[in-house]
């Protein structure tokens, strides 16, 4: 027994051995990479950010009523005099409703497409003291942006599915800043419901805000994977939701948040703040693949150690026995992989450079396994070698499930580490199945 104790013991002090060795390759490679750059970081200081205040409705409107007197002439006779009074007013109307969908690509363009609708029932409700005329040839819809520098190719805008064309400054409503408006079509017949869609496209700056100038704003962002972005504002995203390649956030923003009603008149309040309650994403200074190699670098050993882990544990349980050199080509090939990733990611992707990386880690060491083990012993290394270097790659994606799955991994490890050392103890065991994995 105590000869069978010191052969195990051997083995595990061959595979200290070779981890010592492949730990000194792996520190250097580690150096290496840390001295390279992962990739070229965006320069913030030169981003403006970016404001959305829209769409809004500057609509002028003639007040007539008749001011009824009395007056009492020299003779002191009394008689009624009426008199026309006209008043010019300019009322500011919101939309009831607005939906912004946000498309963010990997060169940090972005389309933004506000759609939604207005209501004029307040403007065309009758008023009993009052004659109201609305100046439909002077209404313009405005579109407040901070930076208009960011635009890029041509914004696209419909009132009622038509098109219309823009012109500039937001002169009529000063307090919106910079932007553009567009007259309205002239028609007498104002349906109460009208419906329209803004296209703006951007370049991302270091920030993308909105107001919510709607009774109910909705905003739905397309983020790619890759890009270093968070929320930011007087709310958070209310939903995540995560695919292979874009992250999409949502908010429902109520309008009380913002501080000013939905329609008023210009001369008749004092004005308001109208970039209350911003919200949207900002990206972060620190670069994403950063993070990324930095998880990767920080798991490295614990990756070493698994995959020697998965030869020993073979070893054990097949009966047969490994070379010193075995353990020492298996524990390189992870330095091998991590410059292998760095090489493609000059060509790919950087998810995609991930992913043929790992496939090839696992393919060449379940290959030098099962040269020396046997044909049922790749099949075991390749399940066991995709198990724990599937949890590496969701560590980059998400770190939460890729902890966990190194946890299992190592678990189960364990326990076939355990089953392995009880039959390699056991001679009879042993000889029973040593051509079992074979």
């Known amino acids: 027994m105590l000869s069978l104790f010191n052969t195990l013991s051997a083995r595990i002090g061959l595979v200290a051995w070779a981890a010592v060795i492949s730990t000194l390759f792996l520190m250097a490679t580690l150096h290496y990479l840390q001295q390279a750059p992962k990739s070229t970081v965006t320069n913030l200081e030169n981003l403006k950010p970016q404001h959305i205040t829209a769409p809004l409705l500057v609509i002028p409107y003639v007040d007539h009523f008749v001011s009824v007197e009395t007056v009492t002439d020299k003779e002191g006779a009394s008689k009624v005099v009426s008199k026309d009074v006209y008043t010019d007013h300019t009322a500011v109307l919101l939309p009831t409703e607005l939906n912004i969908r946000t498309t963010i690509n990997t060169d940090q363009s972005a389309l933004v497409i506000l759609t939604g609708k207005f209501d004029y029932q307040t403007l065309t409700d009758p008023n009993l003291d009052n004659e109201r005329n609305i100046r439909w040839d002077k209404v313009q819809l405005l579109v407040g942006l901070k930076d208009l520098g960011a635009l890029q190719n041509q914004v696209k805008m419909f009132w ?209 396994l099962g040269l020396v083990l046997g044909g049922r012993a790749l099949v075991i290394a390749g399940i066991l070698y995709s198990g724990v270097l599937m949890s590496f790659y969701y560590l980059t994606t998400l770190p939460a499930y890729g902890i966990l799955g190194i946890v299992l991994s190592t678990g189960l490890l364990g326990l076939l580490l355990v089953l392995g050392s009880i039959r390699h103890l056991n001679p009879h065991e042993s000889s029973e199945h040593s051509e079992e994995l074979s």
């Open 160 to 368: 009622n599915n038509e098109h219309l064309d823009l012109q500039a400054d937001t002169q009529v409503l000063p307090a919106l800043g910079a932007g553009f408006h567009v007259r309205l079509p002239e028609t007498k017949e104002q349906a109460r419901f009208q419906p329209f869609e803004i296209q703006l496209p951007l370049q991302l700056g270091s920030s993308l805000t909105f107001t919510p100038v709607g009774q109910k704003t909705e905003l739905t962002l397309s983020i790619p994977q890759q890009l270093n972005i968070q929320a930011t504002g007087v709310r958070k995203p209310q939903g995540k939701a995560l695919n292979n390649t874009m992250q999409i956030w949502t908010w429902q923003i109520p309008a009380l948040v913002r501080g000013y009603p939905a329609y008023w008149v210009l001369d008749q309040i004092k004005p308001f703040d109208l970039h209350q309650a911003p919200f949207g994403i900002e990206q972060k200074t620190t670069n994403p693949l950063e993070i990324v190699w930095g998880r990767l670098i920080q798991w490295s050993f614990v990756l070493l150690g698994l995959v020697l882990l998965v030869a020993l544990v073979l070893e054990l349980l097949s009966g047969r026995t490994l070379h010193w050199l075995h353990y020492v080509i298996v524990g390189v090939s992870v330095s091998l992989m991590y410059l292998l990733l760095m090489a493609l990611e000059a060509l790919l992707p950087f998810a995609s450079a991930l992913q043929l990386s790992l496939a090839a880690l696992i393919g060449f060491n379940s290959i030098i």
